[in-house]
């Protein structure tokens, strides 16, 4: 069964801990403060977003088992980010064609379960980063690369697998040679102040952004993101 209610989630998770919904009580302090930056009050009961705990396991790489769930229904998805992988029972080709920016967490915790455990499930952890970055529903900058900064694409930075073409693979070459600020990104051909911050974001889940406080081009001229 590829989705359960979300009631029968809560049902579960509730029998397996003899609690009900501790949503983030068995993370590591570190792990545990970097995502309760998200979750503010207003937001309780509705969930995290997903690429804001796959941006925390990612710095902290640390393994987490997430219950997402898409319209009432609930699937689970765990992230593995020292082997760049993600296990799922859903494959590859249905995962990316959800609504991304609709998916939202409702349970971390620590994954019981290793990559080398299974050889099914699977799939690149890169494609879906890069995927949450563009088409969720974070729409500003993660907190770790905003501010005054200026971004450069930095030397080795492996994208062949993602396919790029027309303005971002425009905007990536340009990356690659020259450092800019969000400010002379936002008026590159085919972009936007949002796109061009969804592109740094998805740059730095990639490990290949490089991100300046002191070159001359850091400022973006009052355009703070607000972290969410």
């Known amino acids: 069964m590829l989705?359960?209610?979300?009631?029968?989630?809560?049902?579960?998770?509730?029998?397996?801990?003899?609690?009900?919904?501790?949503?983030?009580?068995?993370?590591?302090p570190s792990l545990l403060q970097d995502l309760l930056r998200f979750d503010e009050p207003a937001r309780a009961g509705v969930g995290l977003d997903l690429i804001e705990v796959m941006a925390a396991a990612v710095r902290h790489g640390k393994a987490l088992l997430m219950h997402v769930e898409h319209e009432h229904r609930v699937f689970p998805l765990t992230v593995f980010p020292v082997q760049r992988q993600v296990h799922t029972p859903l494959t590859p080709d249905q995962l990316m064609a959800l609504p991304l920016h609709e998916l939202r967490v409702l349970h971390v915790e620590p994954s019981r379960l290793h990559p080398e455990q299974t050889s099914e499930g699977l799939s690149p952890l890169g494609l879906l980063l890069w995927e949450l970055a563009l088409r969720?529903?974070?729409?500003?900058?993660?907190?770790?690369i905003g501010g005054q900064s200026a971004y450069r694409i930095a030397p080795g930075a492996d994208l062949e697998?993602?396919?790029l073409s027309g303005s971002l693979a425009a905007a990536v070459a340009r990356l690659k040679v020259q450092t800019s600020n969000l400010r002379e990104m936002a008026g590159w051909p085919g972009f936007d102040r949002e796109r061009a911050m969804r592109l740094l974001n998805a740059?730095?889940?990639?490990?290949?952004?490089?991100i300046s406080r002191t070159h001359p081009a850091a400022t973006n001229d009052g355009w703070f993101n607000s972290t969410r």
Do not use: K, V, W
């Open 3 to 28: 989705f359960r209610s979300r009631r029968q989630t809560e049902a579960a998770r509730a029998e397996d801990t003899g609690a009900g919904s501790t949503r983030l009580s068995s993370l590591n």
């Open 136 to 144: 969720g529903s974070r729409d500003d900058l993660l907190p770790e």
């Open 161 to 163: 697998r993602l396919n």
């Open 203 to 210: 740059l730095y889940l990639q490990a290949g952004l490089i």
